[in-house]
Nanobody, 127 residues
Framework: QVQLVESGGGLVQAGGSLRLSCAAS????????MGWFRQAPGKEREFVAT????????YYAVSAQGRFTISRDNAKNTVLLQMNSLKPEDTAVYYC????????????????????WGQGTQVTVSS
């Protein structure tokens, strides 16, 4: 089992920045990828970014490229999502997720690839 706890969400004006944090505990040694997804009201959960836990390789959704940066601190078992130039359409609940299996990039954007999920943190961007 892996437990994931997100923090760092909040209310920010358009153009502002937020940094989300996800703390992992439990059987983290089996983690291959750590990712971020988001879900807006009435919409499906969508992929934002993912990072390979051991190598630091990263993969982003088109909507996140150039504005969001995913990183990890292996010593603290933490993955971060730095979000800049936020837009009202970024408003959503952001979820951290972990995967224990190697996957091709096309699979990393799918929720079924991930084994464990956090409870989510709300991000609201006002116009």
């Amino acid at each position: 089992q892996v437990q994931l706890v997100e923090s760092g969400g909040g209310l920010v004006q358009a153009g502002g920045s937020l940094r989300l944090s996800c703390a992992a505990s439990g059987r983290t040694f089996s983690t291959y990828y750590m990712g971020w997804f988001r879900q807006a009201p009435g919409k499906e959960r969508e992929f934002v970014a993912t990072i390979a836990w051991n190598t630091g390789w990263t993969y982003y959704a088109v909507s996140a490229q150039g504005r969001f940066t995913i990183s990890r601190d292996n010593a603290k078992n933490t993955v971060l999502l730095q979000m800049n130039s936020l837009k009202p359409e970024d408003t959503a609940v952001y979820y951290c997720a972990s995967s224990s299996t190697y996957s091709a990039p096309v699979q990393l954007g799918q929720t079924g690839t991930y084994d464990y999920w956090g409870q989510g943190t709300q991000v609201t961007v006002s116009s």
